[in-house]
């Protein structure tokens, strides 16, 4: 199903005539997967997750557009893992170079390789740092963070607290051994204390009747026992199977950090510093419902590209990559600093907020971690980490 989310003709100032400078053509690939169903009915997942950022991004850059005679279209596509090739190709051969993907990691490389030069690729939704180190590709700016960011940005924020004794928990699936990966080279990085290293195999099962009644009462409580001295929990559940359950059902009285309790995210529908109050008001007006983290995303994707497209006052594809990767490029994005992108790998530098589900209780960078470049990166793969040569 393709939506227009907006298609309005800028440069016909006060019935003049004039013709565009730039008309600006980008789709929004959702890639939709089977999965278990919301833990709650507050979980419920927007059938315009993602989209309706587009839609808020798309008037954005037309508030500046329609002075320069720019025009926005942005197609929004939902579609599932066995037709996402299919879409692609069609966008491409209806002259669409411009894509916002949202897909998991193994797919979002399969469509970015199936892009390839013929179009440039923000990433929206894929987090594994693979993707920004051996397995980086040229055709991809990724706005939303890597699981390196967000285990940086946990780390931080425990060595500030002094709290550097970690019991790391993490699923028995792959991204989760990827996200649980991630939290061992931060604690690694920052002086952190890994006191034991704990696997939750996930068997399935439905997590809002008598399976998840027993996950919490009886399975956590006794897989959590025994463990040596620790000061925090990190939950590493990239598949949201296991961590929601674990505040308040462990054995021994700590904080949880990583998949639930403290979350790091790319944002959330509570931020208000920054003029981010206003953001979420204008969305709000827009969607009738709360922002999401793939709507931020989605957005300030989009939002990376107006300026481009502002900048360069075009729509060629290599002036838009070039000046995004250069030491020109920087976006206002509510989080207290300009964001910019890293020329060797193509990542988005932006600060991380930390998340209880009500507040945002920090942000990361953390007050004190140093950087010769920028503090941003601090956060992620840093330039001499990478293995990314696709940049050079």
């Known amino acids: 199903m393709i939506l227009r989310v907006a298609a309005m003709v800028a440069g016909m100032l006060a019935g003049l005539g004039a013709a565009c400078a730039a008309d600006i053509r980008a789709a929004v690939l959702r890639v939709d997967y089977p999965a278990l169903a919301p833990i709650s009915r507050f979980e419920r997942v927007p059938d315009d997750l993602g989209f309706a950022g587009a839609a808020l991004a798309t008037e954005d850059n037309m508030t500046t557009g329609s002075f320069l005679g720019h025009s926005y279209v942005t197609e929004t596509v939902a579609v599932s893992p066995e037709d996402a090739a299919g879409a692609v190709d069609a966008l491409l051969a209806d002259g669409v170079d411009l894509f916002v993907l949202l897909a998991r990691d193994d797919d979002f490389l399969t469509l970015a390789d199936r892009i ?9 939704g894929a987090r594994q740092t693979r993707l920004r ?12 963070p890597s699981h390196a960011m967000l285990a940086d940005a946990v780390a931080q924020f ?5 709290w550097p004794r970690w019991l790391l928990v993490q699923g028995s699936n792959p991204g ?5 990966a991630a939290y061992q ?7 952190a204390k890994i006191a034991e290293t704990r696997e939750f195999e996930d068997t399935g099962g439905s997590r809002r009747t008598d399976t998840g009644h027993v996950l919490v009462q009886k399975q956590l409580p ?42 790091p995210v790319s944002f959330h529908a509570a931020h208000e510093a920054w003029g981010a109050t206003q953001f979420q008001r204008r969305f709000e007006a827009l969607t009738g419902r709360y ?20 900048r360069t006052n075009g729509a060629d594809i290599a002036a838009l990559r070039s000046y995004i990767l250069s030491d020109d490029f920087e976006l206002a994005a509510f989080k207290g ?3 910019t992108v890293r020329p060797w790998n193509g990542q988005l530098r932006a600060p991380v907020l930390l998340f209880d589900g009500r507040i945002t209780v920090s942000v990361s960078p953390q007050d004190g971690f140093l950087h010769q470049v920028s503090p941003l990166d601090t956060l992620g793969l840093d330039r001499p980490e990478s293995r990314c040569t696709a940049f050079e």
């Open 176 to 180: 989760d051994r990827a996200l649980g």
């Open 158 to 162: 425990t060595i500030w607290k002094k």
């Open 291 to 310: 922002l999401m983290e793939p709507d931020y995303d989605t957005w300030l994707a989009l939002r990376v590209l107006g300026e481009a497209v502002t």
């Open 222 to 263: 006794v897989f959590m026992q025994g463990a040596p001295r620790h000061d925090v929990v990190i939950a590493a559940d990239a598949s949201d199977v296991f961590a929601p359950y674990l505040p308040y059902h462990l054995w021994d009285p700590r904080p949880v950090m990583g998949a639930a309790g403290l979350r």
């Open 116 to 124: 390839g030069a013929a179009g440039l690729v923000f990433n929206a």
């Open 337 to 339: 600093v300009p964001v």
């Open 185 to 191: 080279n931060a604690a690694a990085k920052f002086g």
């Open 133 to 144: 180190d051996a397995e980086c590709r040229a055709n991809t700016i990724h706005v939303t």
